[in-house]
C-alpha cells in the first residue's frame, strides 16, 4: 500500500522539471500524499519520483507530467535501474547524506523523526572541552579544501575568553562543477545548523553566521526556514544562551571563499585576504575570535556525536577519516552527488559508481578550478588528502569532473586558469599579474603561436605564484597548469612544435572538413551554420568558420568532421 508519493525538487529536478511533474501528481493523486523532497544523489535521472509503501520503497527516473508516467507510479509498476546507492551498499556508507531526499527539508517535525536534534541534546549533556575532544578524535577534517583538524580549530575558539565569539558557516560554494554543500542546504538545513549550534555548544559562540552564495536561492529558502524553525522553538537556546543566527548573501566573488577575505564581506568591506597570523579564531570577524568551516564539516558533526569518535573513526585512512561527498560530473554516465567513504580509489568513483568507460577517460580534475588534473593511469590512488597532494591535486571541496579522451588537457588548463585569473582579488602581484601571464601563454599554445620558451615559462613561473600568493586561491591556482604539464606534456610539444591540437579541440588549429561521398546534400549543415560559412555547393569557407560544431551535430550521417588545420 503506498504511503505517499515523494518528488525530488531541489535544484537538479527544478532545472529537468520536477515542478511540473509535482503540480501534476499534486492535482491527479488525491488518495495519497505527494511531498516535495531533495535529491538523493541521483542528478542525471531527474525528475525523480520515489513511491514509499508500507514495505519499501519505488523509484522512478525521468518522470514527465504524463497520464502514462501517473498510472505506473500509482499501479507501482516495474522500478526503473538506479545505479549506484542500490548496487554499491558493500562500498557505499552513507552517513551525511542519510536523509538527503528522503525528508522533507523544510520540515522540522520530519527531520525530529528521523533523529534530528538528537545528537545536540546528547552534545548539550556533556561538557563543551569535552565535546571539542569527542570531534578531534573523530579525525574530521576541513571539508572545504584545506584539510585543516576541525576539532583542533574549535578548540583554540573555546579556549578564548571572550564575551562575543563567531562562528561562520562557509557556504560560499564557488567551484564550477561543485554543488555538494548546495545539495545538502536544500535537502537537509536542519542537519547544517544542528552542526553549528553543536559547534556553537562547544567553542561557546554567541553568534552564527552563514554565508552562502546569493545564486542558491532555494538553499537560502530552506536555510532561512529551518532557522525560523529554531527561533520559534527556542532550539537556538543553549543551557540558558540564546545563540544569534543570521544568513548572509554572497555577492559571487570566488575569492570570499577565502576565510579572511569572507570575513572582510561580513563586515561589508571589499573581499579580500590579509596577512596572517593573525588568525581568525585571535582577530576574525570585527574584532572578536572567530572559526569558519564549510557546510559539510558541520554536517559531519551531528553524525560524530551520535556514532561517538570511535565508531566515526573506522571509517576512512588513517589521515584522513570519515566519508566525503563528491558532486560527479563531465564525460561519465551518472552525474550527481555520491557519498564514499575516504580511501576509495579514483577508479572505483570514476568506473563503478560514475559508470565511465574503462579506456574512455584521459583524466580527472580534482578540487575545483584549483584542483590538479590526475591521469588515468594514477586512479588506483585513495582519495585522501595526502595521496591527491602527493600527485599535485587538493581534494578541495568536493568537486569531480571526468575528462575524457576526446579532451584537449591544454585548452583544459587555460579553461580553469581563466576562471581563476578573472576571480583573483587583486591584492597580491603573484596573483594578479602571475596568473594572468600563465593565461596569456597558455592562450598563446592553443592558438598555435606557442614556442618551448612558453613551457619553460609555464614551469617556472607557476610554483613561484604558488610560493608568492597570499591566499589559497593565488597559492592552488597554477595547479591544473602543473598537473598537466607533470602528466601531460606531449600535448604541449604537439601545440609548440607540430602546431597541432591531438584533440582537435582548440579552434584554431582545427578546420571543418566535409566527407562529400558521404555527404547526401540534405542541406542541413547549410541551414544551420549561424555564419553561413557553408555555401550553397556544400563548401566550408574556413576563414569565416568559427568552428562551432553546429554543422557536425545536425548531420543525420555524420560526413562533417574536425580535422588538423591543413595550412596553406
Same mark, same amino acid.
Given at each position: ?42 542528478? &542525471?535521472?531527474?525528475? @525523480? ?18 497520464? /502514462? ?24 556508507? @552513507? ?160 575569492? $570570499? ?40 564539516? &558541520? ?115 587555460? &579553461? ?22 600563465? @593565461? ?81 546534400? $540534405? ?29 557536425? /551535430? ?15
Amino acid at each position: 500500500m503506498i504511503k505517499r508519493i515523494k518528488v525530488g525538487t531541489a535544484s537538479c529536478g527544478i532545472a529537468a522539471g520536477a515542478d511540473e511533474v509535482y503540480d501534476y501528481l499534486s492535482k491527479n493523486v488525491t488518495d495519497h500524499d505527494v511531498v516535495e523532497v531533495g535529491c538523493i544523489g541521483h542528478c &542525471y535521472a531527474e525528475p @525523480l519520483v520515489e513511491v514509499e509503501t508500507e514495505d519499501r520503497s519505488y523509484f522512478f527516473e525521468n518522470v514527465e507530467p504524463t497520464e /502514462e508516467d501517473l498510472k505506473n507510479i500509482l499501479d507501482v509498476g516495474e522500478e526503473k535501474r538506479l545505479t549506484f546507492r542500490k548496487e554499491r551498499k558493500d562500498k557505499e556508507l @552513507l552517513k551525511v547524506s542519510r536523509l538527503a531526499g528522503r525528508i522533507v527539508p523544510t520540515s522540522l517535525q520530519e527531520y525530529k523523526e528521523n533523529g534530528g536534534y538528537q545528537a545536540l541534546e546528547k552534545a548539550l549533556e556533556m561538557d563543551p572541552d569535552n565535546v571539542v575532544e569527542e570531534v578531534k578524535n573523530s579525525g574530521l577534517r576541513g571539508r572545504g579544501g584545506g584539510g585543516f583538524p576541525t576539532g583542533i580549530k574549535w578548540g583554540l575558539l573555546a579556549a578564548k575568553e571572550d564575551e562575543t565569539k563567531i562562528l561562520i558557516c562557509n557556504a560560499d560554494e564557488g567551484d564550477p562543477g561543485a554543488f555538494m554543500d548546495k545539495s545538502l542546504m536544500e535537502c537537509v538545513p536542519h542537519q547544517v545548523m544542528e552542526g553549528m549550534l553543536i559547534a556553537a555548544h562547544a567553542t561557546g559562540a554567541s553568534e552564527v553566521f552563514i554565508y552562502v552564495r546569493a545564486e542558491y536561492p532555494r538553499a537560502i529558502e530552506h536555510l532561512t526556514t529551518a532557522i525560523d524553525q529554531i527561533i520559534e522553538n527556542k532550539i537556538n537556546v543553549l543551557n540558558g544562551k540564546e545563540i544569534g543566527i543570521q544568513v548572509k548573501e554572497g555577492a559571487g566573488a570566488f575569492v $570570499c571563499g577565502e576565510e579572511t577575505a569572507m570575513i572582510h564581506s561580513l563586515e561589508g568591506k571589499r573581499g579580500m585576504p590579509r596577512f596572517r597570523p593573525p588568525y581568525p579564531t585571535d582577530d576574525g570577524y570585527k574584532g572578536h575570535p572567530t572559526v569558519i568551516n564549510n557546510v559539510e564539516s &558541520y554536517a559531519n558533526v551531528p553524525v560524530i556525536i551520535s556514532e561517538g569518535a570511535d565508531e566515526y573513526s573506522k571509517v576512512g585512512t588513517e589521515g584522513s577519516k570519515g566519508t566525503k561527498l563528491f558532486a560527479l560530473a563531465g564525460d561519465l554516465e551518472y552525474t550527481g552527488i555520491v557519498e564514499v567513504p575516504m580511501g576509495i580509489t579514483i577508479g572505483e568513483i570514476v568506473y563503478d559508481i560514475g559508470g565511465a568507460e574503462k579506456g574512455s577517460v584521459k583524466a580527472v580534475q580534482i578540487g575545483g578550478p584549483s584542483g590538479g588534473c590526475i591521469p588515468a593511469k594514477h586512479f588506483d590512488t585513495p582519495v585522501d588528502y595526502d595521496s591527491l597532494n602527493s600527485l599535485g591535486a587538493i581534494m578541495g571541496s568536493g568537486g569531480l569532473i571526468v575528462i575524457g579522451n576526446n579532451r584537449c588537457m591544454v585548452e583544459t588548463a587555460r &579553461y580553469f586558469l581563466d576562471f581563476t585569473a578573472r576571480e583573483s582579488c587583486g591584492k597580491c602581484t603573484f596573483c594578479r599579474v602571475g596568473n594572468m601571464r600563465l @593565461l596569456e601563454t597558455l592562450e598563446r599554445i592553443t592558438k598555435g603561436n606557442g614556442t618551448q620558451a612558453d613551457i619553460d615559462l609555464l614551469e617556472d613561473l607557476g610554483p613561484k605564484i604558488v610560493d608568492g600568493s597570499l591566499c589559497g586561491l593565488g597559492q592552488t591556482a597554477p595547479n591544473p597548469v602543473l598537473s598537466t604539464l607533470r602528466f601531460f606534456k606531449d600535448e604541449y610539444k604537439a601545440h609548440v612544435e607540430d602546431k597541432v591540437c591531438p584533440a582537435l579541440v582548440c579552434n584554431d588549429l582545427v578546420e571543418i572538413e566535409i566527407d562529400h561521398d558521404t555527404c547526401i546534400e $540534405c542541406m542541413a549543415c547549410v541551414k544551420t551554420c549561424p555564419v553561413d560559412a557553408i555555401s550553397d555547393d556544400i563548401e566550408v569557407d574556413v576563414d569565416t568558420c568559427t568552428r562551432c560544431n553546429s554543422c557536425i /551535430e545536425v548531420c543525420p550521417v555524420d560526413a562533417i568532421s574536425r580535422i588538423p588545420l591543413r595550412g596553406e
